[in-house]
């Protein structure tokens, strides 16, 4: 629910569409994602729906059917991996249709160094057969731009899935503000880009565990009732 919020803080919503999914502790099949009807400021922990990973579902559960064609096939692909978070903004989608992809320009955009996929854009993500495909493309990464579409990203926890987001976010938007300028851009080297990734994904280190709880307050001081 807190991911939800930030997200809409952020101004990554979409009204009622896109979304984010979270598996359910001990219930390895199931997951938690945004009822359809329901505005992001609105989620909060009581009014997530449950769903099976493993169903055939739509609008008459009363859930989006992209968001859980998505979200289900990448919970059942990458058991390392239990929340996702997916949004298609104006700065993301203006990204995603980028031929030359992520960049190396940036201290946000090197955390990605070899470490995010690309999918092709196959239509409104409601066929089950593309979730192979999705799949197959986010590999083993953290991040997956889907061209022409908009942006997912993953991790362990709710914390590293919307951190992860804000930095891929912050990359896409550099990366758009530097080319437009039409001026020649510095690309950092491979082996910098090499040692410097390996600093943000080096054993041990936990994502965002400086940064969410200052996120969380934000919430907590703004409206706290994604919590009831």
């Not at 239990?82 to 249709?97: D, P, R, S, Y």
């Not at 912050?170 to 600093?199: D, N, V, Y």
Request: net charge neutral; with cysteine; aromatic share 8%.
């Amino acid at each position: 629910a807190a991911v939800y919020r930030l997200v809409a803080h952020y101004g990554w919503d979409d009204v009622i569409y896109n979304h984010c999914s979270m598996r359910v502790p001990g219930e390895d099949r199931k997951f938690l994602m945004k009822r359809h009807e329901l505005l992001w400021t609105e989620v909060t922990a009581s009014n997530l729906a449950k769903v099976d990973m493993d169903a055939d579902l739509d609008e008459r559960a009363g859930v989006n059917r992209p968001g859980f064609t998505l979200h289900s096939g990448v919970l059942r692909a990458r058991a390392d991996v239990n929340c996702a978070v997916h949004v298609h903004t104006e700065t993301g989608m203006a990204f995603t249709g980028l031929k030359r992809g992520l960049r190396m320009i940036s201290q946000e955009a090197i955390r990605f160094y070899k470490r995010i996929g690309y999918h092709p854009y196959e239509g409104i993500t409601e066929d089950f057969d593309e979730r192979e495909r999705i799949n197959a493309h986010l590999g083993k990464n953290r991040a997956l731009v889907m061209h022409n579409h908009g942006l997912l990203t993953v991790g362990q926890t709710a914390r590293e899935a919307f951190i992860l987001m804000r930095y891929l976010m912050g990359a896409a938007e550099i990366q758009l503000r530097m080319e437009a300028t039409g001026s020649e851009l510095i690309e950092i080297p491979p082996e910098i880009c090499e040692k410097t990734a390996a600093q943000y994904w080096r054993p041990g280190r936990r994502l965002g565990d400086l940064d969410w709880p200052a996120q969380m307050k934000l919430l907590d001081v703004t409206d706290p009732s994604y919590r009831n």
